[in-house]
């Protein structure tokens, strides 16, 4: 079997809306989940269950209330339930990629630049960057003369697009992917099964949510079930 | 230990008062080499009063300013003499004004407002100086035309950006920014932080940057400490305190941002 790339335990959320109220609403609580290298799970349960907070608490972008998330990183293991800031960070340029449903556009930046972005990030310079940005462009389909312009007028598919290229590119040992999929055509979704086989057998460690059956069928090798919750009387 | 594993600045128990009032009270907080850090909160939350105590222009009442020099160890910046702080404002560290008259020298040309300061640390070369000067202002995308014009006749996004050169020039490790897109049409402003994001990757600054636009620390910052009378509320990395606000005034901040 192979080595574990992630390991959570104990893992607790809550919102408090001080806004709202104080409502404070309750999404787990004693949450376990390990994933081993090259291994692919679906996180799976009725829509509002948690599926997308607990991608976002596993990339440290939603804050947790207990537990721990153990990344294996740089020869060792860091917590992104706990670790500074500078550390996330550097477990996010290195270790673990995150494909959100939606991308965020950066004003002025084009395509292509956003493509590269995770590569420069570590270093690598400009003209090799730009050109492993545009062959993964190239095999997403987006066409070559969109590559200069930035993503804002895009359609929702050639965003999305940018947003895997941008995921995938950096070849990370742990991807989390937030319905990879949701807004592509049947010949894009094959690209993305693909590209998800190949990271894969490359040995990168994937959590996702994939409402898509047949695309799940495919990548995943087991279903991970977030109980809807129970608020305790 | 490398001077790599330690933070450039290092900031303990920073106070100030104007009166009985704590403009800043109790800031702590390290800032690492190629750091961006935002500070954010509305007028009169005492982000400028930390700025200005951080930037060696208002000494604290209380705490203190630890930075690590180039050679020398860590300085307490407030333990320096007055023409040791100034030769490290003019060398190691940059301050970016709001508005940019107050960074600039606007009777003089563009190309002598960065020569300047290469001057101040004792560049005497004249081509040198203005190659470096041509070099800055296309980095900055101004026209290489414009060399000998005076910042008065620039729009206030050019001002801005030469004001950035004239920081830049003499390699700062550390740049202090108060709202610098502040008074900018949008489109400028996007131009600007474009400009900013690349120069601080490039350079590896480190930079402390005050501002109540959170669309401009979500682009920029890698974290942030949201104050709100005179304290600290929240600190932590950027997009985690934006999407996922724990401090009722944060959660109020955030809430409050119009949606383009």
Request: proline share 4%.
């Amino acid at each position: 079997m192979n080595e574990l790339a992630l390991e959570v335990g104990g893992l607790a959320k809550r919102f408090r809306l001080h806004t709202q109220g104080g409502v404070e609403i309750e999404v787990f609580r004693d949450l376990d989940l390990a994933v081993r290298a090259g291994e692919c799970v679906a996180l799976h349960g009725p829509s509002g269950c948690g599926k997308s907070t607990l991608l976002r608490a596993l990339y440290a972008n939603y804050a947790v209330d207990a537990g721990s998330i153990r990344v294996r990183h740089a020869k060792g293991w860091a917590d992104m339930a706990r670790a500074e800031p500078r550390a996330i960070l550097d477990v996010r340029r290195r270790t673990m990629g995150y494909v959100s449903q939606f991308l965020r556009v950066i004003p002025r930046v084009p395509a292509l630049e956003i493509v590269a972005e995770p590569l420069r990030q570590r270093g690598i310079a400009a003209e090799e960057a730009h050109s492993r940005a545009g062959a993964m462009l190239a095999r997403l389909n987006v066409p070559e003369r969109l590559w200069g312009l930035a993503p804002a007028t895009f359609s929702g598919g050639e965003q999305q697009r940018v947003n895997i290229a941008r995921g995938f590119i950096a070849e990370m040992p742990i991807l989390l992917l937030d319905e990879p999929t949701a807004a592509l055509d049947a010949a894009n979704r094959a690209v993305v099964a693909d590209l998800i086989l190949e990271r894969k057998r490359a040995g990168t460690a994937i959590v996702g949510i994939f409402h898509d059956a047949e695309i799940r069928a495919q990548v995943c090798d087991r279903l991970f079930e977030i109980a809807p919750f129970k608020v305790a009387a | 230990m490398s001077a790599v594993d330690q933070p450039l600045l290092r900031v303990e128990s920073l106070t100030r008062y104007f009166g009985a009032r704590a403009a800043c009270r109790d800031v702590s907080f390290d800032l690492w080499p190629g750091e961006v850090m935002g500070v954010v909160g509305e007028s009169g939350s005492g982000k400028t009063t930390l700025l200005n105590c951080l930037s060696a222009r208002l000494r604290p009442d209380a705490g203190r300013v630890l930075y690590q020099t180039r050679h020398e160890g860590v300085v307490d910046i407030y333990d320096l003499r007055e023409a040791e702080r100034r030769l490290l404002m003019r060398t190691d560290w940059g301050l970016v004004h709001q508005n940019p008259r107050d960074g600039l020298r606007m009777g003089v040309s563009a190309g002598a407002n960065i020569g300047e300061r290469l001057m101040a640390v004792g560049a005497r070369h004249y081509g040198e100086i203005r190659d470096a000067a041509s070099a800055w202002l296309g980095r900055v995308e101004i026209d290489l035309s414009r060399i000998d014009d005076r910042p008065r006749a620039f729009s206030g996004g050019m001002q801005q950006r030469l004001q950035i050169a004239r920081n830049l020039v003499t390699a700062p490790r550390i740049v202090f920014m108060d709202e610098p897109t502040g008074g900018l049409d949008v489109s400028v402003q996007a131009r600007l932080l474009d400009l900013l994001r690349e120069l601080v990757r490039e350079l590896h600054l480190s930079v402390v940057i005050v501002t109540h636009d959170l669309a401009v620390v979500r682009l920029l910052a890698h974290r942030l400490l949201v104050m709100r009378q005179g304290e600290v509320v929240e600190a932590g990395l950027t997009d985690q305190v934006l999407d996922d606000p724990q401090h009722p005034y944060t959660q109020l901040l955030v809430s409050s941002v119009l949606q383009a």
